[in-house]
Structures are given as C-alpha cells and as structure tokens.
C-alpha cells in the first residue's frame, strides 16, 4: 500500500504564509486619494445629477463653481431668506471641504442634514464613508454611509464614476466584516461599471484606471480570504499591469508591486513563476535605492524562500546572509532574528546539522521566554537533532515549543496553525504518528474558525487523511481526503500538483476497501493533473499511472490495465540508468498483468467449450474418432467473438 500512498505534507512550507497576503490598507489610501479629484459637497445653483459620469477633468470645475461668492459679502440684513439659505448651504459646504478629522466631517455633516436633500448628499455620504474605511475602526458605520449613497448614486440604470467608487467602498467593508460572498457581488461590480464606462466613452481609461486598481486589488484580497488563490492572483496580476501603465519604469513602488506578485505565487508555491518578479523587484530596488537599502533586504530575503522551494539551498543561503547583513546595518532587529532562523533552516537543507545548530544556540539568547520566535528556534533546533537520529533530544525540543504555542493560540491562530504542522511533520518522522494526527486535528479546530484560512484547512486534513491511510485507518481517512480535494480545488485549482497527490492517496483509500471503480476514478484525476502539472516523465506522474493500472486489474479489466502499464514503462525507460531498479519493477507488473490475462482468456475459452457428454466431449459417436484439442480451441473461440 505504500507504494500507491503519496506523502503530501511537502507542499506545506512554514515559512510560505507570510508571503501570502496582499496589503490591504493601501487599497483605500489609494482609492481615498483619488477622491479629491471628485466634487466633494452639492453645488447650490442646482443639485448635481448623480448619474452624470464625472470625471476628474469635470470634477474640479464643478467642485469650485460655487456661484454664490458674491452674496457672503453682502449685508446679512439686506438678503432676502432665500438668499440666507443659499448662503448657510454655501457656508457648510466650505466647512465641509475644509474638515480634516473624520470627527469634524460628521459633525458637519449633521448640519448639512438639516439643510440638503439625501438626493444631494450622495457623494458627501461617499467620501465620509472613504474616510471611515481608510481608517478601518468603524466598517459597520462606512457600510451606511456606504449604502446611503448607493441609494442616491445607483438610479435609472445610470452608470457614473461615482457608483463604481461607491461599490468598491461597499466591497471594502464587507470584506473588513469578512462578508466575502458580498464583498465580491459588489466588487465584480464595481469592475463591470468601469469596463462599461470606458467602452462607452463615458470616462477616459486614464480617468477609470485608479479606481479599477482598487478594485483588482479588493477582489485580490476577498478571493485570497475565500480561498481561490489561483483567481485572486489573476486579479493581483491585472493590477500589476495598471501599475506599469501609470509608473515609471523604474519607479519604486512599481518594484514594491513586483514582489507582491512574487509573494502571491510563492503562497500557492509556484517558485519558479514568483522567481522572476522578485528577481525584477530586487533590480529596481538595487538601482533606485542601493544594495543597503531595507527594499533589498526584503526582496533577498524572499528570494531566499523562492530558492529554497526550488531546492537550490546555497543559492537560498546566499541572498539570507545578504539580507541579514543590510538587516543588522539598520537595526532591525526582529527582522534579523527571523532571517537567522531561515538561514538555519536552509543549513539544514543542506546537511550542514552542527552548523544549524550552532545558529539556533545564538538565536535563542535573543528572544522572549514566551515569544513565538523562542517557540520557532527550538521547531528548528528539533528539525536538526531529528536528521542527527538524537530522537529523545528533538521531542524535548518540540514539548517547550508546544508549551510556548498554546499560550498563543488565540493570539495568533494563524501563526500557530503554521507552528503545529510543522512540528507534526516531525512527530512523523520520529513515527509518533498518534502525536502527529491529535496535533494536525487541533489544527484543523483552529483553523476551520477563519475563512480565510480554507486553503491550509485542506492542506492539513491532507496530511490527517494521509496518516490515518498509513497507520491503518483507511475508513476514518475517506473523509478527510474527499474534504481536503475540494478545499485545495477551490484554493489552488483544479489542476495544481496537490490536488492530484491528495487523489493519489484517496484512489489508494478507496482501492483498499475493496472499491476498485471509485479507485479508477480518482487515479485517473491524479493523473490528469498530474500530466499537466508536473509531466507525463515525473516520478509522481508514473507512480500514477502505475495505481490505475492497478485500479482496473483490480477490475478484472486487463486490456486497460496492461495499457497504463505499458505507458509506465516508456515513461519509465525514458528515465534512463538512474530508474532501472523502478523499469524493473515495472516491466514485472507488465509481465504479471499479461500472464493473469491469460489466464483469465483460457477460463473463459474452457466455459465457452461444449458439455462433456459422450458427444459434446470430441469424440465422433460413429466413427470414434477424437477432436482435436486445437480444433475444440478454434471452435470455441469462435462462439466467444460472435
């Protein structure tokens, strides 16, 4: 059964997490930014038509065309009441425009109630409601200011500038509240709106081009809490591109832009792909800020996870001890302290044990008795003592780590989460496989309580199903594989690598309880993935290729499986010297598989042979004489084909 089980857990990296978030507070100071271009308060010649498409060029004209100027110089006593309201109107609409706080606009704001219409108050209620979502402690009370100009802005099928902000701001707050399913309604939206405006001639693509880049990057962050990684990259990715249209080519924050991409691929560990954009962030940042700069630290620094997911270990070393140097340079400690502990990790990589160790020993005098860094120290203290085969060493090292993380856990969940898994993996590899699987189910307990968590939710229930199939417990492991394909469907798509190892495993489930047709199945999913993923010459790719084979003989239907067979043999002589032992092997089965074929042809030409009567036994009741054997063979393969 090993042989048909394939370990997941190796798509699980804890060092991956912290490159998988977008930052979401630059979103509404971007979005906010832009809204000083738009009219801030209703003019009082007449009320603004909402529906009318502003653009920034429009906008400032309309924001300072207050034709009453001339009536504030004039004698109070002289106006007519009519007069004196154009005048309290024009007064708080100054007072308006002038407010720093969020405090003094809503207070302003109240008056303005009193005097203006909501009609009139629609883009007000928009920029209070911006206001209030930049600085993210109230969402409830951004989302009413946000609705209310929603109820103003979105009438008669009118598409504006406004009602595509307005949309984005309504996303924004559901996502803060983690309404994600609304969030993204409003968002897709808001995305419509502006393609719309721009195929329209409403708005310049110059014009729209802000506000569509908040947007992208609020679906990336709500896809990413839903899960669907593959889609929120596609959308950070777009925003990327709006970036390069508006920035210099060389513009630091268009290098800043690059490396979130490369943290966004290195999430759903596509190394290869996130290479080139850190690469690419790291040339802007070395030639607008030097090699010293902090930019340059982060960037080596990932680049050093992104070799590392590459297995290119020294390469991984060598940008860490560049980034610890710049790091160190300007005192940033705790950043410091973290890169010691990767470069320790990748020592380990490399086999290179003492030499870790000797790094932890010094890493560990600098960090809080109950900090999460004193916890990840001794994580990686353990990883080393366990490829020294010092055991007893290791699981002391994990039970003070285990002590420090459970003060944590509500702290820092995620963090945790990440913690535990790892120190799973080594439990697995000391073979204390009932302390890994009770830490992976503790896991799963944390992590099921955050949405945004779904995609390591079914990394681990992977590595539960996985351990249950090796440990003997096949049919507790059914329903934590079937929940984790689908939860890695969801995050990574349905053809990422992990998908298909977690059917591997599954197939493998299945055909152990005897359920070969389900086994068929899923060996044929594996497959598919696996030949887009990782092609139809990986290790991986074979071994199921192999598994379906064994599904259908399983089935009793030999002509497929001896067909799979054969392609694992090609697949496997294509290996070269270096798989002999595996085209061994292979070629064993093929053999096997052919001969119970032929067992299984003669069976069934012996059921197909006549009574064995006096007369139907080959004997000629007149003459004596014996049919031949051959001739009864042809005979009966003759009733069998027609």
């Known amino acids: 059964m090993n042989k048909t089980m394939r370990r997941v857990s190796s798509f699980a990296a804890p060092l991956l997490h912290e490159y998988s978030r977008t930052c979401f507070s630059l979103i509404s100071k971007d979005f906010f930014s832009h809204l000083s271009s738009l009219p801030n308060t209703p003019t009082t010649t007449s009320p603004i038509n909402a529906h009318q498409p502003i653009c920034p060029q429009s906008s400032d004209t309309l924001l300072k065309s207050h034709a009453f100027n001339t009536l504030v110089e004039q004698n109070p006593s002289q106006l007519s009441s009519r007069q004196r309201k154009i005048q309290e109107r024009s007064q708080l609409e100054k007072s308006f425009e002038s407010a720093k706080t969020i405090q003094e606009m809503l207070h302003v704001f109240q008056e303005m109630e009193k005097t203006f219409d909501e009609r009139e108050l629609g883009l007000v209620c928009l920029r209070i409601g911006l206001k209030l979502d930049q600085e993210g402690e109230d969402p409830e009370k951004a989302m009413s200011f946000g609705n209310r100009a929603l109820n103003v802005l979105d009438r008669d099928d009118k598409l504006s500038l406004p009602l595509a902000m307005t949309l984005q701001l309504l996303g924004s707050t559901c996502y803060s509240l983690k309404r994600f399913n609304d969030s993204l309604g409003y968002l897709n939206r808001a995305n419509r709106v502006l393609d719309k405006l721009v195929k329209d001639g409403s708005c310049s693509v110059e014009d729209v081009r802000p506000i569509l880049h908040a947007v992208q990057l609020e679906l990336c962050n709500t896809k990413t809490a839903m899960g669907r990684r593959e889609e929120a990259l596609a959308n950070l990715r777009k925003s990327l591109e709006l970036k390069e249209m508006t920035l210099e080519r060389d513009s630091v924050e268009l290098g800043k832009a690059n490396r979130a991409v490369a943290e966004a691929y290195v999430a759903i560990l596509h190394f290869k792909e996130a290479l080139a954009f850190c690469l690419k962030a790291l040339d802007i940042h070395k030639t607008q800020l030097g090699q010293n700069s902090v930019e340059v630290a982060h960037d080596r620094r990932l680049l050093g996870v992104i070799y590392t997911g590459l297995e290119e270990h020294e390469k991984a070393l060598e940008q860490n001890q560049l980034s610890q140097r710049v790091l160190k340079n300007w005192g940033f400690d705790t950043d410091l302290l973290r890169a010691e502990i990767d470069a320790a990790n990748m020592q380990i990589a490399l086999g290179r044990y003492n030499e870790a160790i000797n790094t932890l020993k010094g890493v560990v005098q600098q960090t809080g008795k109950e900090s999460e860094d004193r916890a990840m120290v001794f994580i990686s203290m353990a990883k080393a003592l366990c490829n020294q085969e010092k055991s007893t060493d290791a699981e002391k090292c994990l039970e003070i780590a285990c002590g420090i993380l459970g003060k944590q856990e509500k702290i820092s969940p995620v ?88 059917y591997n495993n599954l197939g493998a489930a299945y055909l152990e309880l005897d359920r070969p047709q389900s086994a068929a199945q899923v060996f044929a999913y594996a497959k598919d993935i696996m030949d887009v993923s990782l092609g139809p010459h990986h290790t991986d790719t074979i071994e199921a290729c192999q598994n379906l084979s064994k599904a259908y003989a399983a089935m009793g239907s030999y002509h497929l499986a001896i067909n799979f067979q054969e392609k694992a043999v090609v697949a496997w002589e294509a290996h070269g010297p270096s798989a002999v032992d595996e085209l061994n092997e292979a070629q064993r089965l093929l053999e096997q598989l052919k001969n119970k074929a032929a067992g299984l042809f003669d069976q069934n030409v012996m059921k197909a042979l006549p009574l064995a009567n006096s007369s139907e036994a080959g004997f000629n009741s007149t003459s004596g004489v014996g049919v031949s054997a051959i001739e009864r063979q042809r005979s009966a393969i003759k009733i069998l084909n027609q």
Do not use: N
């Not at 120190?423 to 000391?430: D, F, G």
């Not at 939710?457 to 984790?484: C, K, M, N, Y």
């Open 415 to 502: 963090e945790v989460a990440e913690a535990y898994m790892e120190i799973s993996m080594l439990y697995e590899t000391m073979d204390k496989f009932e302390t890994a699987i009770s830490l992976l189910k503790r896991t799963l307990t944390m992590l099921e309580k955050l949405p945004q968590e779904q995609h390591s939710v079914g990394s681990v229930a992977a590595r539960v199903g996985w351990l249950l199939l090796l440990t003997g417990g096949v049919q507790h492991s059914i329903p934590f594989l079937e929940d984790a394909a689908e939860r890695l469907k969801e995050s990574f798509g349905s053809k990422h690598y992990a998908v298909g190892y977690v």
